[in-house]
């Protein structure tokens, strides 16, 4: 039986290289059943939990929609208790599909829970906060993001310079919203636009040609 050092599988078919690293297989010498782990068997535990998950959110909102026709005066904390389930389960679906890259799920649930949290203040009377400081902590977070996939996706950090540019793009419509004092706090959209400026620039400089390759096939630069 064969032993991946890297992954720590054993294996009891006849293959030389591991089906998940593909680093070459060492014989331990031992002979067994087969041991490959089951990936299978964790996207199965976790499509359970997303349908106990819309069942009990749709438990929930049922239960909200019956006190609200009864007369509750609860329609506010209606719509914010529907953004947040609906955000928690469109959030496990991202999770477990491999359908979509992870430069798109990060997109996409940054951009959702920016505007969940836009109609959480509005229906909670309106202060702005989600203005002033979930706005310009978006392109901050999306910044601190892409670094990190640039450094788990090392091979392919080119790839994310378009992420790089819509936070550019971003941060100038935040700024924008400060100079017609749709935002009120200017600190947190500066470091935004600061910190998009800086990796975008860090990313062309050291990336040399790669990265000047990556901006033609992409936007024709």
Not at 174 to 185: H, Q, S
Not at 193 to 213: H, Q, Y
């Amino acid at each position: 039986m064969a032993e991946c050092k890297k992954c720590g599988v054993h294996i009891t078919d006849d293959t030389d290289r591991c089906p998940f690293c593909r680093c070459v297989l060492d014989d331990d010498g031992i002979k067994g059943q087969n041991l490959y782990p089951d990936p299978e068997a964790t996207v199965k535990v976790w499509r359970n939990i997303r349908r106990i998950v819309l069942f009990l959110s749709i438990c929930a909102m049922g239960g909200m929609l019956i006190a609200l026709y009864m007369g509750a005066d609860i329609f506010n904390w209606t719509i914010v208790v529907g953004l947040i389930l609906l955000y928690v389960n469109v959030t496990i679906y991202m999770s477990i599909t491999d359908k979509i890259g992870y430069m798109f799920k990060t997109l996409f649930l940054t951009i959702s829970v920016v505007l969940i949290l836009i109609g959480i203040d509005y229906f909670t009377g309106y202060n702005r906060w989600s203005l002033d400081y979930t706005l310009p902590s978006s392109v901050i977070f999306l910044n601190a993001s892409c670094v990190a996939l640039m450094i788990v996706n090392h091979r392919n950090w080119q790839s994310y310079i378009s992420l790089q540019l819509f936070n550019i793009a971003w941060s100038i419509v935040l700024f924008i919203l400060l100079r017609l004092d749709v935002i009120r706090v200017p600190v947190l959209v500066l470091i935004a636009m600061a910190a998009s400026g800086l990796i975008f620039a860090g990313t062309v400089i050291f990336g040399g040609k790669r990265a000047s390759e990556e901006l033609k096939r992409r936007f024709f630069i």
